[in-house]
């Protein structure tokens, strides 16, 4: 089992900057395609971004292109996946979700990534 860890949530006002990151250990990370999802209450979950295997490729929702910018580090001593969030709005509020697959799909369809981390809140006031 993988696990995943998110941080660097929190609270921030409108127009704000926020990184969050998202780490495993002890696996070989470059095995992984990696996604960001979020979930907002009484909202089903959905995609915000992805990122493939070797960091070449990424995918947006439309929501957040030009705002949001997916990366990764595949070192050993790194092994983590960023999400930048800039130039946040209230309705980017939500808990955010780390996801990851063996497999090489980095898109929106969640039921696609095999582990998941436990969430990160971000919370955007007006």
């Known amino acids: 089992q993988v696990q995943l860890v998110e941080s660097g949530g929190g609270l921030i006002q409108a127009g704000g900057s926020l990184r969050l990151s998202c780490s495993t250990s002890g696996r070989t990370f470059s095995n992984y395609a990696m996604g960001w999802f979020r979930q907002a209450p009484e909202k089903e979950r959905e995609f915000v971004a992805g990122?493939?295997?070797?960091?070449?490729?990424?995918?947006?929702a439309d929501a957040v292109k030009g705002r949001f910018t997916i990366s990764r580090d595949n070192a050993k001593n790194k092994n983590a996946v960023i999400l930048q969030l800039n130039s946040l709005k209230p309705e980017d509020t939500a808990v955010y979700y780390c996801?990851?697959?063996?497999?090489?799909?980095?898109?929106?369809?969640?039921?696609?990534?095999?582990?998941w981390g436990q969430g990160t809140q971000v919370t955007v006031s007006s």
């Open positions: 990122i493939s295997k070797s960091g070449t490729n990424t995918s947006y």
């Open positions: 996801a990851g697959t063996f497999g090489s799909y980095y898109g929106p369809r969640h039921g696609a990534y095999e582990f």
